[in-house]
Structure formats: C-alpha cells, structure tokens
T-cell receptor, first 114, second 112 residues
C-alpha cells in the first residue's frame, strides 16, 4: 500500500536548469497538492488540483508549473531553477478536497539549487 | 484571510512530563482544525482533527486537543511524553476546497 509516492527524494540543480518532480497516489483520490516547506515557515501551497483536468494556483506559484496527467499523477515543473527555490517539496492528496478531510503526504523531495 | 499561529518555535520537555503545544487561528467561520506530526525525513502524518461536536478530541499516540472557540485556540496535549514523540508538530486549518493553511511548526525535543 504505497499511498503517495514522490520522486526523486533528493536533487541538486544549478541555477537556470529545469526539472520535474513527480507525484503519484494509488488511493483513487480526486484532489492533489504541491507544498513547499522552508525552515520556520511551515508549509505553503504552490499549486493544487481539485480534480482530474483542473489546476489552480496556491499561495506561492511563481516559478512553477504543474500538470495533472491523470487521476493518479500530479507533477511539478521548475522551468528555470533559482536558489530561492531551494526547499523541501511535498505532494499530498485527499479524497475529494473537502474541508473535513485530512491530507495524505508523500515523504518529500529535498531540492537544492546552487 | 485565515491564519494559524504556533507561538512556540521550539519546546523541550523531559521524558514522562506532560506536554502542551499551542495553536491559535484566525478565521471568520467554523474552522476545520488539524494537528500533524512530522518525523525527520518524513511527510506529515495526521494526529487528530476537529470540525464539530465534542471540543475535546482524541488522536493517535495518546495525543488529545481541545478546541476553544472563545480563545480561537486548538492546543495539543499529551499527559506523558515518550522519547519517540520528538518531532515537528504542525497545526493546520482547512477552509474551502480542502486547502490547508499551516502554522510554522513547533519542534519538540525530549530529554532523557
């Protein structure tokens, strides 16, 4: 029972390089999310997808793009990485995106941009 | 706009002592409140949640939290802390569309 799977777990990029963070869930959830976690700042929502075929900006979307490839997969792309994007990235999902539902989290991707 | 404040960045308690982690929120309607725990190198795991009914909610690992509307608080408690409880704890508030607003977290250190 994998839950939410993120790849890669670690990544080092040079400024200006691009990369895609992958996320997949096997719980048949409708809603998926990307958060970033920075020291002393909690988790901040980058983008979310309420259902397959829809995506919306969160609190800190600049510099990122997302794709909801299908119901299972939600990827996050950095087109031109910047040092300010050094962070730990978490993908999460929830059954229907309702307020009373908890989030199911992946184990995170630690990204360093030099 | 909604917000969540965790006033304590870091708390240290002795093993076996009681614990209380504070959480205050700001939201104009009935909040959906959550406590998550994050162990090093891991994602967040739900401890407990509140959205209606009894204001004292029980969670996993012996944790409980009390919702106090008059104080806009949702403090997490545990009567006797174990060394394995050392982790980072996040309070979160859900509004609509399932989007969560998180506090900045409280790091718990447990002394032997």
């Amino acid at each position: 029972n994998a839950g939410v799977t993120q790849t890669p777990k670690f990544q080092v990029l040079k400024t200006g390089q691009s990369m895609t963070l992958q996320c997949a869930q096997d719980m048949n959830h409708n809603s998926m999310y990307w958060y970033r976690q920075d020291p002393g700042m909690g988790l901040r929502l980058i983008y979310y997808s309420a259902s397959e075929g829809t995506t919306d900006k969160g609190e800190v979307p600049n510099g990122y793009n997302v794709s909801r490839l299908n119901k299972r997969e939600f990827s996050l792309r950095l087109e031109s990485a910047a040092p300010s994007q050094t962070s730990v990235y978490f993908c999460a999902s929830s059954p229907a995106g309702r307020s009373a539902e908890k989030l199911f989290f992946g184990s995170g991707t630690q990204l360093s941009v030099l | 706009a909604q917000s969540v404040t965790q006033p304590d960045i870091h708390i240290t308690v002795s093993e076996g002592a009681s614990l209380e982690l504070r959480c205050n929120y700001s939201y104009g309607a009935t909040p959906y409140l959550f406590w998550y725990v994050q162990s090093p190198g891991q994602g967040l795991q739900l401890l407990l949640k509140y959205f209606s009914g009894d204001t004292l909610v029980q969670g996993i690992k012996g944790f409980e939290a009390e919702f106090k509307r008059s104080q806009s608080s949702f403090n997490l408690r545990k009567p006797s802390v174990h060394w394995s409880d050392a982790a980072e704890y996040f309070c979160a508030l859900n509004t609509n569309a399932g989007k969560s607003t998180f506090g900045d977290g409280t790091t718990l250190t447990v002394k032997p």
